[in-house]
């Protein structure tokens, strides 16, 4: 059984676009995150839900809007897409927002903004 | 503001041989966390570890050993008899409890391991 998993895994798509992508995790937990990871492996959050609040909002452009329909699910639209959003995007999840536990990770979705 | 460098970017190394991949952070937080990820080519997100400020003690899981210490602010991951399967990005991650931002896991840039035969 997957634990996190992401939907589509590959995205490719035309400037100006909006487009969606979809995470959803069966461990439980109660918070997840939205992570970017550029072309030279950098890893960096964008967004934090927890129990579908809100928590963490880096500084993302608007174009990108999470959404958390329930604790299980967090999904990204991303509006107008850039070049620049070529990346890979992880989905994550942990127990709780306050808890040291570890996160744990979708397989990515690799996003090719043409 | 946390930070985590990482100042190997990429390291080669023969099958068999020892590595160290060397983590170095900063924080203000008193109790903080500690992570190591590891990146196949496949691209998926592995936990190999986490450690908490308060635990100074080296752990050993198999070939892979970490050493913390906190007065030089390092954690560093050594794989003793690398193997080929080791070839990986392998990131370092930093998490304080204070809550809101605080709460993400920052990550090193990453050290590339290849293990070649």
């Known amino acids: 059984d997957t634990a996190v998993s992401q939907t589509p895994k590959y995205l490719v798509t035309q400037m100006g676009n909006d487009k969606s992508i979809k995470c959803e995790q069966n461990?439980?937990?109660?918070?997840m995150y939205w992570y970017k990871q550029d072309s030279k492996k950098f890893l960096k959050i964008m967004f934090s839900?927890?129990?579908?609040?809100?928590?963490i909002n880096e500084t993302v452009p608007n174009r990108f809007s999470p959404k958390s329909p329930d604790k299980a699910h967090l999904n990204l639209h991303i509006n107008s897409l850039e070049l620049g959003d070529s990346a890979v995007y992880f989905c994550?999840?942990?127990?709780?927002?306050?808890?040291?536990?570890?996160?744990?990770f979708g397989p990515g979705t690799r996003l090719t903004v043409l | 503001a946390q930070k985590v460098t990482q100042a190997q970017t990429e390291i080669s190394v023969v099958e068999k041989e020892d590595v160290t991949l060397d983590c170095v952070y900063e924080?203000?937080?008193?109790?903080?966390?500690l992570f190591w990820y590891k990146q196949p080519p496949s691209g998926e997100l592995v936990f190999l570890i986490r450690?908490?400020?308060?635990?100074?003690q080296n752990e050993i899981s198999g070939r892979y050993s970490w050493n913390f210490q906190k007065s030089t602010s390092s954690f560093n991951f050594t794989i003793t008899a690398s193997q080929v399967v080791d070839s990986a990005v392998y990131f370092c991650?930093?998490?304080?409890?204070?809550?809101?931002?605080?709460?993400?896991?920052?990550f090193g840039k990453g050290t590339l391991l290849t293990v070649n035969p």
């Open positions: 994550a999840s942990s127990a709780t927002a306050g808890s040291p536990n570890e996160q744990f």
């Open positions: 461990l439980g937990h109660d918070t």
């Open positions: 839900y927890n129990n579908k609040e809100l928590i």
């Open positions: 924080t203000r937080d008193t109790t903080y966390y």
């Open positions: 450690r908490n400020s308060f635990d100074e």
């Open positions: 991650a930093l998490r304080g409890v204070s809550g809101g931002s605080n709460y993400k896991l920052t």
